[in-house]
Nanobody, 132 residues
Framework: QVQLVESGGGSVQPGGSLRLSCVAS????????RGWFRQAPGKEREGVAA????????YYADSVKGRFTVSRDKMKNTVYLQMTDLKSEDTAMYYC?????????????????????????WGQGTQVTVSS
């Protein structure tokens, strides 16, 4: 079992920045893939970024590439999502998820989007609202 707790969401104007945090506890060694997903009202859940907590390889969706950065602090069992140049279309509930590498697969050279069904554990989410 893995428990995930997100924080750092809030309201920001377009062009602003936020940093989300995801603290993990439990069987984190087996579930070393961390994904950030988001879901806006009426839309499907979208995987925006992911990282392996061991090797540090990362993945970004095209929609956030160059604006979002995912990182991890092994000692704190924490993964971060630094979001810059935020746009109104980034408004959504953001979720942290954990999964096993055998399910999630390669991140660095990944061509397919993240699959939410490859992740076994989910946090409660944190709301990000971008509005002027």
């Amino acid at each position: 079992q893995v428990q995930l707790v997100e924080s750092g969401g809030g309201s920001v104007q377009p062009g602003g920045s936020l940093r989300l945090s995801c603290v993990a506890s439990g069987d984190t060694s087996s579930n070393n893939a961390r994904g950030w997903f988001r879901q806006a009202p009426g839309k499907e859940r979208e995987g925006v970024a992911a990282i392996y907590t061991g090797g540090g390889s990362t993945y970004y969706a095209d929609s956030v590439k160059g604006r979002f950065t995912v990182s991890r602090d092994k000692m704190k069992n924490t993964v971060y999502l630094q979001m810059t140049d935020l746009k109104s279309e980034d408004t959504a509930m953001y979720y942290c998820a954990a999964g096993e590498s055998r399910q999630v697969g390669d991140l660095r050279s990944r061509l397919l989007p993240l699959n939410e069904y490859d992740f076994n554990y989910w946090g409660q989410g944190t709301q990000v609202t971008v509005s002027s």
